[in-house]
């Protein structure tokens, strides 16, 4: 290849800065220089508010550089935007469905807008529904279909006009990993059989190893570029596992060595396990306490990820960055696994539950209870039933039929009553943007009924707890993500619920800003707080005392993590594995 041609995008010393309205100035990208090569898949990874959105719109020519010189597919974009729009295709985090149309009738409007002939059109239609595996669904409307499905249209509908470039930001956020696995099945198939390169964002460790080249992007600049074994290899040597005793949950474990900072770097359950990186040979003193060895594992692309972002942090410190810390280590180290057994009060009882919808059944005839501190997981593809579960347990939903006490409230007597005892953190940010932090505590404090001096204890309290010191005063729609969804927890928080309700609360959210929410987490359920969880993070299983695992509105699987992949036989496996498993062996018994 020459020099022309070996290459998609082109960046020399970039620079996006966006003003402010009190006359500061805000850089989303510093001076950056990178090539993306032509015709693989590439991958963005990094922390929320690192600039990886504004460079795919800049790429994209829907903005315009302060500085330097953007070129993507040979073209200057400042100079000749349209002429690069012309040849590629974006697909954004929200990207525009019609939900009152059809999938087919979707597809002929965005043909329409690309000037897709009709002639052509039935050929390339075909392809791309058998490729997304949407062919039988063409006459649904797209507000009917699931989450996964509704990703998998939108990729089609970017690929109508057949681009030179795709562009996919964060494309699986909110996606399960059977739908996941699928769609990125459909991007290597592309890159192998058609003459297009893909570039994407996105949260997802697993998804940047399946790629060609990465980069991880920081604070407006890209600190490595290279391929996933270039970026694994910097944690060579530096990573280990250990099983917690018996008694002791993975999440405790892991709280505590990400406590020694002198030894550990980064800690995370894994397989019923502990994977950490280690600063050097000598062992935690953690370790030591609990009697425990640690062995040698093989180093991942996250934990080259976790070590840039670490060193980054060492030499650049950012003072806004939250440093969340076990606010009682004692009654930390002194928690148990919560088992069915362990005597603790239940919280949460649920007794043939079912859910109808006219003649659709969401929930079919769901039993389980949930105890005092306990983290309890759903699971499930989209479509499940997990959503309508999760409202049903708020009082948000009334049941069709069954038993349902939350927090010793019958919710078929007084649902208004119970809500009065829950907290609830929902999928998509729901604060009020317009308000500033502040505002917004102080709104959501009063409306459970807090006031005065109880109500300022309270907001600083919580400000502190989810370190949001320095951005009282920015409004909640400014806020990166991952500040965001703090401030959605410290809201729902304030009058110090008995349980809490997290719907997908970490959906889009980088692996340093889930490590942070997890401790925050730990210390609730350590201090009797009972946590409901639905995450399409599989690795977040990893957390709970026990998940259920349904889809299609029926109970596939509910256990303990540990339990579950005992009974089938799969030790120590990603629960990412477990998770497909019971579903695939499940939709079998299903079509029997």
């Not at 100035?25 to 950056?32: D, F, H």
């Not at 062995?295 to 996250?302: K, Q, S």
Request: proline fraction near 5%; charged fraction near 25%.
């Amino acid at each position: 290849m020459n020099a022309q041609t070996d290459y998609i995008v082109k960046t020399e010393n970039l620079t996006k800065v966006f003003p402010q309205k009190d006359g500061t100035s805000v850089t989303a990208l510093a001076p950056l220089n990178i090539e993306v090569k032509k015709g693989v898949l590439s991958a963005l990874i990094g922390p929320d508010g690192s600039g990886k959105t504004t460079l795919m719109r800049l790429m994209a020519g829907l903005m315009l550089p302060t500085e330097g010189r953007l070129t993507v597919l040979g073209k200057n974009v400042a100079e000749e935007p349209q002429a690069v729009q012309n040849e590629l295709s974006y697909m954004p985090q929200k990207f525009g469905l019609y939900e009152d149309l059809s999938v087919e009738e979707n597809m002929n409007l965005y043909a329409d807008l690309h000037g897709i002939p009709q002639d052509i059109r039935p050929e390339r239609f075909e392809r791309l529904l058998n490729m997304t595996g949407l062919s039988p669904f063409t006459k649904r409307l797209a507000g009917k279909l699931s989450g996964g499905m509704k990703q998998k249209l939108g990729l089609a509908c970017t690929l109508v006009r057949s681009p030179s470039l795709l562009l996919l930001d964060e494309p699986t956020v909110g996606v399960d990993p059977l739908s996941r696995r699928e769609l990125w099945e459909i991007l290597k198939s592309l890159v192998a059989s058609d003459p297009i390169s893909i570039f994407v964002n996105t949260s997802y460790m697993d998804e940047a190893e399946m790629c060609a080249d990465v980069f991880v992007m920081n604070r407006g600049r890209v600190l490595m570029e290279g391929t996933p074994a270039d970026i694994r290899a910097l944690a060579k040597n530096l990573c280990f596992s250990v099983e917690p005793p018996e008694t002791v949950p993975t999440r405790v474990l892991q709280s505590l060595l990400l406590d020694d900072s002198e030894h550990i770097i980064d800690a995370v359950p894994d397989g019923g396990r502990v994977h950490f990186i280690t600063r050097g040979a000598e062992q935690s003193p953690v370790l030591d306490n609990f009697s425990l060895t640690a062995e040698a594992v093989p180093e991942r692309l996250e934990d080259g990820f976790m070590l840039l972002m670490h060193k980054d942090l060492k030499e650049n410190p950012d003072l806004s960055a939250p440093a969340v810390q076990s606010r009682d280590d004692k009654i930390l180290k002194e928690q148990k696994r919560i088992t069915s057994d362990a005597g603790l009060p239940v919280d949460i009882e649920v007794k043939n539950l079912v859910r109808k919808f006219g003649d659709f059944t969401a929930v079919a005839n769901t039993s389980f209870s949930v105890h005092q501190g306990e983290i309890f997981g759903l699971l499930g593809p989209n479509g499940a039933g997990k959503t309508t579960t999760f409202r049903m347990l708020c009082g948000l939903l009334p049941a069709t039929s069954g038993y349902l006490n939350v927090a010793g409230v019958d919710l078929s007597v007084s649902r208004t009553k119970a809500r009065e005892k829950l907290g609830y953190v929902a999928q998509k940010f729901s604060l009020y943007g317009n308000l500033s932090v502040l505002e917004n505590l102080r709104f959501f404090g009063g409306a459970y009924g807090l006031s005065g001096e109880t109500l300022k204890k309270r907001i600083n309290e919580v400000i502190d707890e989810f370190s949001l010191h320095g951005r009282e005063n920015d409004a909640a729609e400014s806020l990166p993500g991952g500040y965001k969804q703090r401030l959605s927890m410290a809201a729902a928080l304030m009058h110090k619920p008995k349980i809490l309700f997290l719907d997908e609360p970490t959906s889009g959210i980088d692996p340093l800003a889930r490590r942070q929410f997890w401790r925050q987490i730990t210390d609730l359920s350590a201090h009797g707080t009972t946590i409901i969880i639905t995450t399409h993070f599989m690795e977040e299983a990893e957390y709970c005392d026990r998940i259920m695992i349904q889809d299609q509105g029926r109970l596939f699987a509910i256990g303990s993590p540990e339990g579950i992949r005992d009974e089938l036989g799969l030790k120590h496996a990603p629960m990412n594995e477990v998770f497909i498993t019971i579903v695939e062996n499940g939709r079998k018994e299903e079509h029997k």
